[in-house]
């Protein structure tokens, strides 16, 4: 366990005092995609959370739903501030969804995008804590606002159509986490999502490494090892850049974290444009099939 940026439910439940207290360096932030949450097999916020986090909505703190973009770094800035976080303190996120994390992680990417130092997220998210009995609370804290100053952003961590274009011209790795149905065409988009495109299929040159994959039973994450052998079967080692991608860049904001952050590979990009940007491109290349 690599506690700088995975910790376990324990290690949450050892630090609960510091999470509710006001003068902590240490918040909790729950992130989900209430229109995931009713169909989800966990708790909704409001019926049940982990004692001291913050509710922050995947679409209303981390997007912005006009541009069909990431979160402004001064609306991001301020929602922190708002929470009671400032830039030195120790962020864990976690979250349901139909993946554990699913929301989360790419409320963890938009942290490292913003420069936030300390960030963490739980393994197993949200379905494991419940589903093991750790304590919920129903009450919603009220931490006294802080000034938060974001730095970047750093485009290291995040690709554009352009670096895609290239990723297909040069043979960049480019790793695609959806479903194999999704990847080969089959379906566009997971069943009751709105999000599509125009076209169902993948990026030329991109491997099929599905979240599922990368995930125990129980919800939490496959141990390093496995982690770099599924991997490298898929021809990415962390010797080159690596771009990953999905439907709306959530699900692959999981796959580049356990990629730069557990494992440590160095260039790796995550496209948040991802298929709904790709699959609508008038005259841009796709494969279908396996």
Known sequence: MTEDVLVTADWVEDHLDRFQDDDSDHRLVEINNPTVTDESEYTPYEEGHIPGALDFEWDAVFTDETERDIVSKEDFAARNGEGGIDADTTVVVYGGGRVPNWFALFGYWIYKYYGHDD????????????????????????????????????????????????????????????????????????????????????????????????????????????????????????????????????????????????LGYDDVRNYDGSWTEWGNLVGAPIETGE
């Not at 290291?156 to 695609?176: C, F, H, L, Q, T």
């Not at 999000?195 to 169902?200: D, L, N, S």
């Not at 599922?212 to 039973?217: A, I, K, P, R, Y």
Request: aromatic share 10%; net charge negative; hydrophobic share 30%.
């Open 119 to 262: 960030v963490r997220v739980i393994d197993g998210g949200k379905g494991y804590w419940v589903a093991n009995d750790y304590p919920l609370s129903t009450e919603e804290p009220d931490f006294t606002p802080r000034d938060y100053e974001a730095r970047g952003p750093f485009e290291s961590v995040r690709a554009y159509k352009d670096d895609i274009d290239k990723a297909i011209e040069e043979g960049i790795p480019m790793v695609d986490v959806r479903s194999p149905e999704e990847f080969s065409g089959e379906v566009i988009a997971p069943e009751g999502l709105n999000e599509t495109a125009q076209r169902g299929g993948h990026i030329p040159g991109a491997s099929n490494v599905p979240i599922g994959t990368t995930l125990n039973e129980d919800g939490t994450f496959k141990s390093a090892e496995e982690l770099r052998e599924l991997y490298s079967e898929a021809g990415v080692d962390g010797d080159e850049s690596t771009i990953t991608y999905c439907r709306v860049g959530e699900r692959s904001s999981i796959e580049w974290f356990l990629l730069h952050e557990l």
